[in-house]
């Protein structure tokens, strides 16, 4: 695993300082393996996006190097990946990976309380997690924000997916 780290910047996209460390392996996939993607975080601020993407094995087993890849979808500029930074990967985006009996349980650093599955379902790996009190397949994360002294304030995020069971889209908002 090879990092490339480089001096402290002002990001004008995200319209705070960062340690800009950039990990290789969050953008490129190791030899042999491929993508699918899982879910994405979509904010209030801005069009860009945070994806949530599993690493899969010439086996087609999740790949047990680096499973989950993460970066910026930069929609707002020309639709490029970035890697996260590494307060990004701390405190809001990052994600920690277990390795569970039937795939994968990631906890991501904004809502740890919520463990999300990955499973195979059929032929797909799928992200699934409890919205509303009913088991779904999750497709996105929605962050509403608004402008702060600090940084923005999180005033609530809804977490929304398809039920596995009926297929309809659920909605849950949590509060912060």
Known sequence: ??????????????GRM?????????????????????FRIERSTNRNVVEYDLRVS??????????????????????????????????????DVEPARDGLTLRLAALRDRAIHVRRR???WEAQTFVGG????LRRIWVQAEPGMLGPTVRYVDVTGV???SG?????????
Request: hydrophobic share 40%.
């Open 168 to 176: 309809l889209v659920r909605t849950e908002r949590v509060r912060s």
């Open 18 to 38: 960062a340690f800009a460390l950039f990990a290789f392996l969050s953008l490129a996939a190791p030899a042999g393996a491929e993508t699918r993607g899982l």
């Open 1 to 14: 695993m090879s990092y490339v780290a480089s001096p402290m910047v002002i990001d004008p996209r995200r």
């Open 134 to 137: 009913h088991l779904c397949t």
């Open 122 to 124: 059929g032929n797909r």
């Open 58 to 95: 010439k086996d087609g087993a999740p790949d047990p190097r680096a499973p989950v890849s993460t970066y910026w979808l930069l929609l707002e500029e020309d639709g490029r990946r970035e890697g996260l930074t590494f307060f990004e990967r701390q405190f809001a985006y990052g994600v």
């Open 163 to 165: 039920d596995v069971e």
